[in-house]
């Protein structure tokens, strides 16, 4: 064959090539879910395709044969093609240089360089590929997504046209033996390429074989285009105080860096609800503003008394913004104001329905060895109670608010003394409204936060080093000096009219220091035997320093978040914040043990106790909200803790804390959770206990069992279900059962979940939500699947 005349060929086997993904162009085109952005256009193959320069034609076949007087160049015979990452397989091949016209017949097949598989009984098209046909199309892309039609045809180069096609994202027929679950039909799908549009006429969706959704004519944007404003997925629900719910979306296109949805909801018991979003895209970050509004029309819905009763007209608006300023540093923000303090809660408003909404602005630099942070805080506390003296607007009086707290963290890059010097530095200034006491019957008062204004700068310098000896032996001594200052602007706990067993430092500024010299020495002690492996490791620490200054006498507001348990053990400051600080010389003993079997068992374990050797016990000083009561840590000789877990290569877990009193070893607190998962039958057991703790406000034990188990009773079917039970009260406090499907192309889950919370009076009690998501169209609510989640 003529050197020209294999450039001719290569030239049409690209374009016959590249029809394929014409082809799947067309196919992803109808499942593009109105105006979802699709980072995936870029990629996805159009109606033109570029072959790498220098490629060459690589042709097989049984027979290949030159007609000079036809001008017409046929193979047969297994006719193989390979051209710029393109390949076809055919039975016959024949390319006619009259017409320019090439056709492959008989179980043809093209592959296209990024995956996409196309087949046909016969193709037909020109060397320009602005006219062609191929009979009985069906093409399979990477994403295992199919398309199959009687007939696919190009017109004039720029439409492509399908005759009776069929979508579908499930396993094809022969691979599950039934029809698809669910596919998408239309009588003929026209894509046009000059207004990037795919038209759809007579089109429906058929689930189980059987049609639930018809729309004779429907045209949505192409692959190509990322983004078209238009209607998105409706979502429908149901709950207990606002009836049933029907969601439609509109997604609005404003510039190439803005756009918007605007959702309508209609709530059978409550009215209207309007949301909006816009999103604003930024070379340096991102901006969106959300606000929505509702005039309830039937408030007494909701239990007597709750703030969603005594309200008719609603609603929120809400910014956050994230940008950079440059690689190491960023700024951003995220506020809420609603016209009540439970708006966004009860109307379940994604992002804005959490029990307490942290507003908060912040500033943020990390560097290779250090990080800076700056945040200023407001706390929204979302709650329809109906005691007045425990309203939300109460308890959102009585957060503090924070402007700001910084925190600067340094590592020296370079060795000093052979060991590591680090500085940490942190700023905090907040005021409060309102006080927020404890007032336990017949026992101390605690002062969770007193109205007023406070500042404290901490700054601490800190140097360790470790030394290994030649038995293995590890040795870390460690050196550290800390400085604290206040501004002291709270008022004290007699103003509140309540006693306080410490002394409160009236003075308007305060100082306060701690220095601290320790060593810490650890000995992994290795056991091997012919089947297993032990590690073994005594862990000893002692810290000298002086005693606590001030010690209850200020105010304490990051430092009241504290349990003791293993995990803390070998803190050198076991205090949650830096209102607080650690005092006395303090040593802490305990044993780590890692073991693994060849069996597939495996065991993990620590367990140890702390003591205060000398000086004053800081957790045994007085302290407004009253951290360090009963901690454990409040004597001489502190509880045991431990920790140990257990996994079996049967799987199943066990793993247990625990927290034992010094004296008589009776269980102060701990968590015990055991659970089992197979490919059919996955579970949990959590049991939870905590002592009475008179100081708290808890005078009975609090133990609790939760409990939850998922069970694939059927190829594709599930049964869940989850439960929380109160001993003490003898009461179920939260369940819920639910059923799910979930094959390669569809997941469907109904859920039905009631709570009671005897502490918070939230504006439903129950819910049901079901979703369903077909892969490659997208998801439809048909609940309130947030609260539903187990």
Not at 136 to 145: C, F, V
Not at 542 to 553: C, D, F, K, T
Not at 557 to 579: H, I
Not at 585 to 607: E, M, P, V, W
């Amino acid at each position: 064959m003529a050197v020209s005349n294999r450039k001719r060929i290569g030239k049409i086997v690209a374009a016959l090539l590249s029809g394929a993904a014409a082809y799947v162009f067309v196919v992803a085109s109808p499942v593009v879910v109105y105006a979802q952005a699709n980072d995936a256009a870029a990629t996805t193959p159009g109606t033109k395709v570029k072959v790498p320069e220098g490629s060459k034609l690589v042709l097989s076949s049984n027979e290949l044969i030159y007609n000079k007087d036809t001008q017409i160049v046929t193979a047969s015979g297994a006719v193989q093609i390979n051209y710029g990452g393109y390949r076809m397989v055919s039975q016959r091949v024949e390319y006619n240089q009259k017409t320019g016209r090439m056709t492959a017949t008989g179980n043809v097949e093209l592959i296209t360089p990024d995956g996409n598989r196309m087949y046909g009984d016969h193709m037909d098209v020109t060397d320009n590929f602005s006219d062609g046909f191929v009979d009985a199309l069906r093409l399979e892309m990477p994403d295992n997504t199919r398309l199959a039609a009687e007939k696919g045809e190009r017109v004039g180069g720029t439409q492509m046209i399908l005759t009776k096609g069929v979508y579908t994202a499930c396993l094809p027929c022969s691979a599950v033996g039934r029809a698809p679950l669910w596919q998408v039909k239309a009588q003929r799908v026209v894509q046009d390429g000059k207004t990037h549009t795919v038209t759809l006429h007579h089109a429906r969706m058929e689930l189980f074989g059987q049609p639930i959704a018809y729309v004779p004519w429907m045209q949505v944007p192409d692959n190509t285009v990322k983004r078209k404003s238009g209607f998105l997925f409706p979502s429908f629900g149901i709950n207990e105080n606002l009836g049933f719910s029907a969601s439609v979306p509109y997604y609005y296109v404003i510039s190439p860096s803005m756009d918007a949805t605007v959702t309508g909801t209609y709530y059978t018991s409550q009215g209207f609800l309007l949301q909006g979003e816009v999103r604003n895209r930024f070379e340096n970050g991102t901006h969106t503003l959300r606000f929505a509004g509702i005039d309830q029309s039937n408030p007494n819905q909701f239990n007597s008394g709750t703030t969603d009763s005594k309200q008719t007209t609603r609603g929120f608006v809400a910014s956050k913004g994230d940008f950079k300023i440059n690689p190491r540093w960023a700024f951003g923000w995220d506020a809420m104001l609603q016209s009540d303090n439970d708006f966004a809660r009860t109307y379940n408003l994604t992002g804005f329905n959490q029990s307490t909404h942290t507003n908060q602005a912040y500033l943020t630099g990390i560097g290779k060895r250090n990080y800076f942070d700056a945040r200023a805080y407001y706390f929204d506390v979302q709650n329809a109670a109906t005691d007045p003296d425990l309203s939300a607007v109460t308890a959102e009086k009585q957060q503090s608010i924070v402007y700001p707290v910084i925190d600067y963290h340094y590592v020296a890059p370079e060795s000093v003394e052979g060991g590591e010097l680090s500085a940490t530095v942190n700023f905090t200034n907040l005021s409060r409204d309102t006080a927020s006491t404890l007032s336990p019957a017949d026992f101390n008062n605690r002062f969770l936060g007193l109205s007023g204004t406070d500042t404290r700068l901490t700054t601490e310098v800190q140097w360790q080093r470790t030394f290994t000896t030649d038995e293995g032996l590890q040795l870390t001594p460690l050196l550290a000096a800390r400085g604290d200052a206040f501004g002291l602007g709270m008022d004290s706990p007699s103003s509140q009219g309540l006693s306080y067993t410490g002394s409160f430092d009236d003075n308007s500024t305060a100082t306060r220091g701690m220095l601290t010299a320790g060593l810490e020495a650890k000995y992994p002690i290795l056991v091997s035997t012919s089947n297993s492996t032990h590690v073994f490791e005594p862990i000893a620490q002692i810290y000298a320093r002086p005693n606590e200054q001030l010690a209850g006498e200020l105010p304490n507001e990051d430092a009241q978040s504290f349990v003791f348990d293993a995990t803390n053990l070998f803190d050198r400051d076991k205090f949650s914040g830096y209102d607080r600080v650690e005092g006395g010389t303090r040593a802490n003993l305990g044993i780590r043990y890692t073991g693994s079997f060849d069996s597939g068992y495996k065991l993990q374990s620590i367990a140890g106790q702390s003591y205060q050797v000398a000086g004053m016990n800081s957790f045994a000083s007085p302290d407004l909200a009253g951290t360090g009561a009963e901690s454990g840590l409040e004597t001489r000789s502190s509880d045991y803790v431990g920790m140990v877990g257990v996994t079996t290569p049967q799987g199943i877990s066990l793993s247990t804390s625990y927290r034992l009193d010094e004296q008589d070893l009776s269980y102060k607190r701990g968590d015990t959770a055991v659970s089992y998962s197979n490919p059919d039958f996955q579970s949990s057991l959590v049991y939870t206990h905590i002592a009475a703790q008179p100081n708290y406000g808890f005078l009975e034990n609090q133990d609790e069992i939760q409990g939850s188990a998922k069970y694939k009773f059927k190829d594709y079917w599930s049964i869940f279900g989850t439960v929380s039970y109160d001993l003490n009260n003898d009461e179920i406090t939260r369940e819920g059962v639910g059923l799910s499907y979930e094959d390669e192309c569809t997941i469907f889950t109904l859920a039905f979940l009631s709570r009671k919370d005897s502490t918070n009076e939230t504006a439903s009690d129950w819910s049901i939500g079901a979703r369903i998501t077909f892969r490659t169209l997208g998801d439809i609510n048909l609940g309130d699947t947030q609260n539903t989640t187990f």
